[in-house]
């Protein structure tokens, strides 16, 4: 018996860790808003994993009329979070040693939300995770589906 207690407990602490080290709570005051798929908490980058916005410098076009498209993604971002706590699950680190992540705000995720408002795209080269939520956008030409624009893995190319 006092051995399971033991095994019980040892689990129990391991569990803990690795929650501690995959979960980040941050208050909405700590977080830094780089662009519409990044953020900084507490200093450290964290990409959005699985979608993909435009640049800040990227302009899509609307009835004959240029859209900051970039930075329309970014205010999008920063009006969603507002002061609410956001909270992220780290997946990993990316090829510049960047934070992946999902992250949340009232228990909803924010890369589905920029995807399926259509300012962001389903990265489909590293996840398919937010597929429906971009043939939502895309079917009811939402945000950059009702305008002409580069997605964002071309423009970066281009530029």
């Known amino acids: 018996m006092y051995l399971s207690k033991r095994k019980v407990i ?3 602490s391991i569990s803990a860790l690795v929650f501690f080290f995959t979960y980040t709570d941050i208050k909405s005051q700590d977080i830094k808003i780089t662009d519409g798929d990044t953020i900084k908490l507490n200093g450290e980058k964290i990409r959005f994993s699985g979608i993909d916005t435009p640049e ?11 859209i900051l498209c970039g930075l329309n993604a970014k205010k999008i971002l920063v009006d969603k979070i507002g002061n609410n706590k956001v909270i992220c699950v780290k997946e990993g680190k990316d ?4 934070i992946l992540a999902e992250c949340f705000v009232n228990n909803k995720s924010l890369s589905s939300y920029l995807v399926r408002s ?4 389903a990265y ?11 043939e939502f ?13 580069d997605y964002p893995w071309d423009w970066r190319k281009k530029n």
């Open 10 to 12: 040892l689990v129990t």
């Open 56 to 66: 800040l410098k990227q302009t899509c076009v609307k009835n004959d009329v240029k």
């Open 95 to 98: 090829r510049y040693k960047r």
């Open 118 to 121: 259509g300012y962001a795209f």
């Open 124 to 134: 489909r080269k590293y996840s398919k995770k937010f597929i429906s939520d971009e």
């Open 137 to 149: 956008a895309k079917s009811n030409k939402l945000g950059m589906w009702s305008m002409e624009f």
